[in-house]
């Protein structure tokens, strides 16, 4: 069961375009001024505004996903709600199974974020 149960706990690694297919994203609606916005469209990205936090955690966590620097300094999303090294919020339409972690490696070349 050990070996079973470390398995489920994986993180699944999803590039930008799959994650984009799977998780379309809300638009930050609080903020006219929110980054990762694609084409002319509005911002997705939360921060930190106590109503941007509050609209946040009031979402399925199974929604919501982080954007961080990792250990190297680069960005990518993680699965869920998470404080250390966070950069701001994400918030899909389409929510990640229960049991389900993913991380999605960021491209670098300034695009989103």
Known sequence: ???ISSLI???????EDEFDKRYPL??????PDA??????????LFGF???????????DPRTVWTLINN??????LISGVHLV????YLVSTVARPESLIVEVQL???GENA
């Not at 809300?26 to 903020?31: A, F, G, P, R």
């Not at 980054?35 to 997705?44: V, Y």
């Not at 505004?49 to 979402?59: D, G, H, K, N």
């Open 71 to 76: 250990d190297a300094g680069d960005p990518m």
């Open 49 to 59: 505004s106590q109503p941007e936090i509050e609209f946040v955690l009031a979402r």
């Open 35 to 44: 980054t990762w916005a694609f084409g002319q469209e509005r911002g997705c």
């Open 9 to 15: 706990n994986r993180p699944i690694l999803l590039t």
């Open 107 to 109: 491209e670098t070349d």
């Open 26 to 31: 809300l638009v930050n609606h609080l903020d």
């Open 85 to 88: 090294n966070r950069i701001g």
């Open 1 to 3: 069961m050990t070996r």
